[in-house]
C-alpha cells in the first residue's frame, strides 16, 4: 500500500514538472468545450429562401409569412418560374425554395390537402435534414393554424397539432455535444497520457531500475493509473461544470449517476492505456497505436458527432466495440433526459464489460512482461 | 534419474556462510540463440567481484538472472540465501541494483528521487531520514536537494543513482557498467565509494569493459560468448603466461616487424600494443639478445626488445582468441 501511494506521489511530482503534458491535461478541456461549444454548431438559423407564388391568395401569402416570421428562414428572393430558383439554387444565393402552385387556397377551401413543394439544396446532407425539419414543423403548425381557425366557425372545436422537440427542445449542439467531449476527455487523459506514461519509463530505463525493487506489477500499475483517474475525473467534472454555466446544459439525473458512468468509462480507458503500453515499446508507437484504437473511434463510431444510425451496417457493428459508444448513451441520458440507473443500465453493464476484458488483457501482458 | 526426470542428477547448492552468490549451470536462451551458456561460479561475502566480457558477451544477461528479472533457461542460482529461479522476488529486497543508464527521474529533484526510492522499498521514519542523510552526503549533493536530477553532472548523477540502489541496504549490490559515459576522476571516486561499500561488509557484483576498473576487483571472470572463459585473482588470470613470456618490441616499422616475428616458429603469436609489438613466445625459446639478432637479420630497424609482465589486456585478448 505505502509502495503503491509512492509511486502515486512521485507520479503527480511528475505530472506537476511537465509542462506539457499540464497543458494537455487542463486546457485542452477548456479549449474543445469552448471550439464545439460555439464554433461547432449545427444549429442553422437564415436559411436563405426563395418564393415562387403562383396562387397569390390571402392563404399562400399567409404560409410565406409564416416561413419568414419563423425566424428560421431569411426571404431571398420572389420568383415566377422554376428556372429562377435553379439559378439562384446554382449561384448558392438560396439553401431552400418554396413553391406554391395555383388552386393551393381553392383545394384548402374545398377541404382538400393543399399542396406545396419546398426544394433543398442537399450539398450537405447535416443541414438538409434539419432544414427539412423546419419545414415539416412550419407546415405543420399553419395547416393545423389553418384548420382550426375554418373548423372554429362551424363546430367551435379543433385538435391543434404541436410539434415538439423533446430533450433539447431549442435543438442546441452544445448539449448534445457536452457527453461527447467528455468522453473524448476521458480518451486524452486516461488513454494517451496513461500510455505515455508508463511508455516513458520503460524508454528511460527507470522501468528496469523499479522493476529492481520489491515492488510487485499491481502496485506500480495501480498506483502510476490512480494521478490519470483523478486527473481525468476532475477535467470531466470541471467539463460539465463549464457547460452548466456556459450553454445552460441541466443535469437532470442524478449526479452520483453522472460519476458512475464517468468512472465505469475511465476504467476502461486506463485499462486501455496500459493494455497499449504493454505493446509499444516507444512513445511514438504508443501514442499512434492510442489515436488508432481509441481517439479516433471515440471521435468516429460513438455517435459523438455522426449519428449511428446513418452509418452503413457493418459499421454500426464495430461501433459496438466502442466504449465512448455506450458512455454517450449513459450520459446524454442521465444529463438531458434525467434516466435513472434502471435506464441506463445496459449501457452501464456494456462498459463494465468492456473494463473487465480490458483490464484482464492489460494484466495478461503485463505478467508476461515483468517475469 | 534427477527430481526433474531429465536424467541429470540436479545439485542444489546450498546457501553458505562464506559465498554470497553460488551459481551452477546457469543458461539462458532466447530462440536459438544461447546468450548465457552454463554458466558456473561463487562470489565470497564482502568481495568485490568483476565481470569482464566485449559488449554482448552474457555479462547484463547473467546479472539480470541474478537480480530475478530474467528467468533462466536452466540451471540455478542463489543470492543472498535466495534461489532465484524459485523465488524472484525475495531476491529483490536483499540486493541493489544499478546499471550505466542511472535510471534516475530527471524531472524531479534529488530529495524526490530518494524519497520515491526509499518509498518503493518501504523506508519509513528515522531509517529513511537516516538513510536519506547518508545517500546525500555519500554522492556529495548535501544542499543540493532541490536540484533537479537533470542539471547534475554525470559524476553526480552516478553517485546518487548508487546510493538511491542502496537505500535499503543490501547485502549484495549489482552494477551494471557503471561508470559508463564519466570522466576519470569521477570514475576513481566512484571505485572509492565501491571500496568503501565492500570494506563495511557489501558484496560488490560489477560489470565493465574497462580493464583497469578490473584491477581494482579482488576476482574477475572473463566471459565471452556466453561462456566462462576464466576465473580468478588477477595474478592467477596472469599465470596462464607463466611458461609463455611475452616481450615488448620497439620497431621504426611494428607492421614489417609483425611480419618477422610471425614467420618465426619460437613465437606463438603477435599484437599491436600502441606503436609496440608484444610477442607471446613458446615455452624455453629465445632470450631478448637472440630475437633482436634474428630481427635484424630479417631487415627489420629493431630499437629495443625487453621482457614485460602480462596486463590484463594481453589475458583478455588471450582469453576471447582461446575461446572463440
Same mark, same amino acid.
Given at each position: 500500500?505505502?509502495?503503491?501511494?509512492?509511486?502515486?506521489?512521485?507520479?503527480?511530482?511528475?505530472?506537476?514538472?511537465?509542462?506539457?503534458?499540464?497543458?494537455?491535461?487542463?486546457?485542452?478541456?477548456?479549449?474543445?468545450?469552448?471550439?464545439?461549444?460555439?464554433?461547432?454548431?449545427?444549429?442553422?438559423?437564415?436559411?436563405?429562401?426563395?418564393?415562387?407564388?403562383?396562387?397569390?391568395?390571402?392563404?399562400?401569402?399567409?404560409?410565406?409569412?409564416?416561413?419568414?416570421?419563423?425566424?428560421?428562414?431569411?426571404?431571398?428572393?420572389?420568383?415566377?418560374?422554376?428556372?429562377?430558383?435553379?439559378?439562384?439554387?446554382?449561384?448558392?444565393?438560396?439553401?431552400?425554395?418554396?413553391?406554391?402552385?395555383?388552386?393551393?387556397?381553392?383545394?384548402?377551401?374545398?377541404?382538400?390537402?393543399?399542396?406545396?413543394?419546398?426544394?433543398?439544396?442537399?450539398?450537405?446532407?447535416?443541414?438538409?435534414?434539419?432544414?427539412?425539419?423546419?419545414?415539416?414543423?412550419?407546415?405543420?403548425?399553419?395547416?393545423?393554424?389553418?384548420?382550426?381557425?375554418?373548423?372554429?366557425?362551424?363546430?367551435?372545436?379543433?385538435?391543434?397539432?404541436?410539434?415538439?422537440?423533446?430533450?433539447?427542445?431549442?435543438?442546441?449542439?452544445?448539449?448534445?455535444?457536452?457527453?461527447?467531449?467528455?468522453?473524448?476527455?476521458?480518451?486524452?487523459?486516461?488513454?494517451?497520457?496513461?500510455?505515455?506514461?508508463?511508455?516513458?519509463?520503460?524508454?528511460?530505463?527507470?522501468?528496469?531500475?523499479?522493476?529492481?525493487?520489491?515492488?510487485?506489477?499491481?502496485?506500480?500499475?495501480?498506483?502510476?493509473?490512480?494521478?490519470?483517474?483523478?486527473?481525468?475525473?476532475?477535467?470531466?467534472?470541471?467539463?460539465?461544470?463549464?457547460?452548466?454555466?456556459?450553454?445552460?446544459?441541466? &443535469?437532470?439525473?442524478?449526479?452520483?449517476?453522472?460519476?458512475?458512468?464517468?468512472?465505469?468509462?475511465?476504467?476502461?480507458?486506463?485499462?486501455?492505456?496500459?493494455?497499449?503500453?504493454?505493446?509499444?515499446?516507444?512513445?511514438?508507437?504508443?501514442?499512434?497505436?492510442?489515436?488508432?484504437?481509441?481517439?479516433?473511434?471515440?471521435?468516429?463510431?460513438?455517435?459523438?458527432?455522426?449519428?449511428?444510425?446513418?452509418?452503413?451496417?457493418?459499421?454500426?457493428? &464495430?461501433?459496438?466495440?466502442?466504449?465512448?459508444?455506450?458512455?454517450?448513451?449513459?450520459?446524454?441520458? &442521465?444529463?438531458?433526459?434525467?434516466?435513472?440507473?434502471?435506464?441506463?443500465?445496459?449501457?452501464?453493464?456494456?462498459?463494465?464489460?468492456?473494463?473487465?476484458?480490458?483490464?484482464?488483457?492489460?494484466?495478461?501482458?503485463?505478467?508476461?512482461?515483468?517475469? | 534419474?534427477?527430481?526433474?526426470?531429465?536424467?541429470?542428477?540436479?545439485?542444489?547448492?546450498?546457501?553458505?556462510?562464506?559465498?554470497?552468490?553460488?551459481?551452477?549451470?546457469?543458461?539462458?536462451?532466447?530462440?536459438?540463440?544461447?546468450?548465457?551458456?552454463?554458466?558456473?561460479? =561463487?562470489?565470497?561475502?564482502?568481495?568485490?567481484?568483476?565481470?569482464?566480457?566485449?559488449?554482448?558477451?552474457?555479462?547484463?544477461?547473467?546479472?539480470?538472472?541474478?537480480?530475478?528479472?530474467?528467468?533462466?533457461?536452466?540451471?540455478?542460482?542463489?543470492?543472498?540465501?535466495?534461489?532465484?529461479?524459485?523465488?524472484?522476488?525475495?531476491?529483490?529486497?536483499?540486493?541493489?541494483?544499478?546499471?550505466?543508464?542511472?535510471?534516475?527521474?530527471?524531472?524531479?529533484?534529488?530529495?524526490?528521487?530518494?524519497?520515491?526510492?526509499?518509498?518503493?522499498?518501504?523506508?519509513?521514519?528515522?531509517?529513511? =531520514?537516516?538513510?536519506?542523510?547518508?545517500?546525500?552526503?555519500?554522492?556529495?549533493?548535501?544542499?543540493?536537494?532541490?536540484?533537479?536530477?537533470? =542539471?547534475?553532472?554525470?559524476?553526480?548523477?552516478?553517485?546518487?543513482?548508487?546510493?538511491?540502489?542502496?537505500?535499503?541496504?543490501?547485502?549484495?549490490?549489482?552494477?551494471?557498467?557503471?561508470?559508463?559515459?564519466?570522466?576519470?576522476?569521477?570514475?576513481?571516486?566512484?571505485?572509492?565509494?565501491?571500496?568503501?561499500?565492500?570494506?563495511?561488509?557489501?558484496?560488490?557484483?560489477?560489470?565493465?569493459?574497462?580493464?583497469? =576498473?578490473?584491477?581494482?576487483?579482488?576476482?574477475?571472470?572473463?566471459?565471452?560468448?556466453?561462456?566462462?572463459?576464466?576465473?580468478?585473482?588477477?595474478?592467477?588470470?596472469?599465470?596462464?603466461?607463466?611458461?609463455?613470456?611475452?616481450?615488448?618490441?620497439?620497431?621504426?616499422?611494428?607492421?614489417?616487424?609483425?611480419?618477422?616475428?610471425?614467420?618465426?616458429?619460437?613465437?606463438?603469436?603477435?599484437?599491436?600494443?600502441?606503436?609496440?609489438?608484444?610477442?607471446?613466445?613458446?615455452?624455453?625459446?629465445?632470450?631478448?639478445?637472440?630475437?633482436?639478432?634474428?630481427?635484424?637479420?630479417?631487415?627489420?630497424?629493431?630499437?629495443?626488445?625487453?621482457?614485460?609482465?602480462?596486463?590484463?589486456?594481453?589475458?583478455?585478448?588471450?582469453?576471447?582468441?582461446?575461446?572463440?
Amino acid at each position: 500500500m505505502r509502495s503503491v501511494l509512492a509511486v502515486a506521489c512521485k507520479e503527480l511530482l511528475q505530472i506537476r514538472r511537465d509542462r506539457r503534458s499540464l497543458l494537455v491535461l487542463f486546457f485542452s478541456p477548456i479549449f474543445f468545450l469552448l471550439l464545439y461549444g460555439y464554433a461547432l454548431n449545427f444549429d442553422i438559423r437564415d436559411v436563405q429562401i426563395a418564393v415562387e407564388d403562383r396562387d397569390l391568395s390571402p392563404e399562400s401569402r399567409r404560409l410565406v409569412s409564416a416561413f419568414v416570421n419563423s425566424g428560421y428562414f431569411e426571404l431571398a428572393a420572389s420568383v415566377e418560374d422554376p428556372a429562377g430558383i435553379v439559378a439562384l439554387m446554382e449561384r448558392d444565393r438560396i439553401r431552400a425554395a418554396l413553391r406554391i402552385p395555383p388552386g393551393f387556397a381553392r383545394d384548402i377551401r374545398r377541404g382538400l390537402p393543399g399542396r406545396v413543394e419546398v426544394l433543398i439544396n442537399g450539398e450537405n446532407a447535416n443541414t438538409a435534414t434539419t432544414v427539412l425539419g423546419y419545414v415539416n414543423a412550419i407546415i405543420a403548425a399553419e395547416s393545423a393554424a389553418y384548420r382550426m381557425s375554418v373548423r372554429s366557425a362551424a363546430t367551435g372545436a379543433a385538435i391543434q397539432l404541436e410539434p415538439r422537440v423533446w430533450f433539447n427542445p431549442e435543438l442546441r449542439s452544445a448539449l448534445f455535444l457536452v457527453p461527447g467531449l467528455i468522453a473524448y476527455i476521458g480518451m486524452m487523459t486516461a488513454v494517451v497520457s496513461t500510455a505515455l506514461a508508463v511508455v516513458r519509463e520503460k524508454e528511460r530505463g527507470t522501468m528496469e531500475q523499479v522493476r529492481m525493487a520489491p515492488i510487485g506489477a499491481l502496485p506500480y500499475i495501480v498506483g502510476k493509473s490512480l494521478p490519470y483517474l483523478a486527473i481525468s475525473m476532475t477535467a470531466g467534472v470541471s467539463v460539465v461544470l463549464a457547460s452548466m454555466v456556459l450553454f445552460d446544459m441541466p &443535469v437532470r439525473g442524478p449526479w452520483w449517476l453522472l460519476l458512475l458512468s464517468m468512472a465505469l468509462f475511465l476504467w476502461g480507458a486506463l485499462s486501455m492505456g496500459l493494455l497499449i503500453s504493454t505493446i509499444a515499446q516507444s512513445q511514438q508507437v504508443a501514442f499512434q497505436v492510442a489515436l488508432l484504437s481509441s481517439f479516433l473511434p471515440t471521435m468516429i463510431l460513438s455517435g459523438f458527432i455522426f449519428p449511428i444510425a446513418s452509418m452503413p451496417a457493418w459499421l454500426q457493428a &464495430v461501433t459496438y466495440i466502442v466504449p465512448a459508444r455506450y458512455f454517450l448513451v449513459a450520459l446524454r441520458g &442521465v444529463v438531458l433526459k434525467g434516466a435513472g440507473f434502471t435506464t441506463i443500465a445496459d449501457s452501464l453493464g456494456a462498459l463494465v464489460i468492456f473494463a473487465v476484458i480490458v483490464t484482464g488483457l492489460a494484466a495478461i501482458r503485463l505478467r508476461r512482461e515483468w517475469s | 534419474m534427477g527430481p526433474d526426470g531429465s536424467g541429470r542428477v540436479e545439485v542444489r547448492p546450498r546457501e553458505d556462510a562464506t559465498h554470497a552468490i553460488v551459481v551452477r549451470n546457469l543458461t539462458r536462451r532466447f530462440g536459438s540463440f544461447t546468450a548465457v551458456d552454463d554458466v558456473s561460479f =561463487e562470489v565470497r561475502r564482502g568481495e568485490v567481484f568483476g565481470f569482464l566480457g566485449a559488449n554482448g558477451a552474457g555479462k547484463s544477461t547473467t546479472i539480470r538472472m541474478l537480480c530475478g528479472l530474467l528467468r533462466p533457461t536452466a540451471g540455478t542460482a542463489i543470492v543472498g540465501g535466495v534461489d532465484v529461479t524459485r523465488d524472484p522476488e525475495g531476491v529483490k529486497s536483499r540486493i541493489g541494483y544499478m546499471s550505466q543508464r542511472f535510471s534516475l527521474y530527471e524531472s524531479l529533484t534529488v530529495d524526490q528521487n530518494i524519497r520515491f526510492f526509499a518509498g518503493v522499498y518501504g523506508l519509513e521514519g528515522e531509517r529513511l =531520514e537516516r538513510r536519506r542523510r547518508f545517500v546525500l552526503e555519500m554522492a556529495g549533493l548535501e544542499g543540493r536537494e532541490t536540484t533537479r536530477t537533470r =542539471e547534475l553532472a554525470g559524476g553526480w548523477r552516478q553517485r546518487l543513482a548508487l546510493g538511491c540502489a542502496i537505500l535499503h541496504e543490501p547485502p549484495i549490490v549489482f552494477l551494471d557498467e557503471p561508470t559508463g559515459g564519466v570522466d576519470p576522476v569521477s570514475r576513481r571516486q566512484f571505485w572509492r565509494l565501491i571500496d568503501h561499500l565492500a570494506a563495511s561488509g557489501t558484496t560488490v557484483l560489477v560489470t565493465t569493459h574497462y580493464l583497469d =576498473e578490473a584491477e581494482h576487483c579482488e576476482r574477475i571472470a572473463v566471459m565471452n560468448a556466453g561462456r566462462l572463459a576464466a576465473i580468478g585473482t588477477v595474478a592467477e588470470l596472469k599465470a596462464v603466461f607463466a611458461s609463455r613470456p611475452i616481450v615488448e618490441i620497439q620497431a621504426a616499422d611494428a607492421v614489417q616487424t609483425m611480419r618477422a616475428l610471425d614467420a618465426m616458429p619460437e613465437v606463438e603469436k603477435t599484437s599491436l600494443f600502441g606503436t609496440a609489438v608484444h610477442a607471446v613466445l613458446r615455452d624455453g625459446g629465445l632470450s631478448p639478445d637472440a630475437l633482436v639478432r634474428r630481427l635484424r637479420d630479417a631487415g627489420s630497424d629493431v630499437r629495443s626488445v625487453a621482457r614485460v609482465e602480462p596486463s590484463l589486456e594481453d589475458v583478455f585478448l588471450d582469453l576471447v582468441e582461446r575461446t572463440s
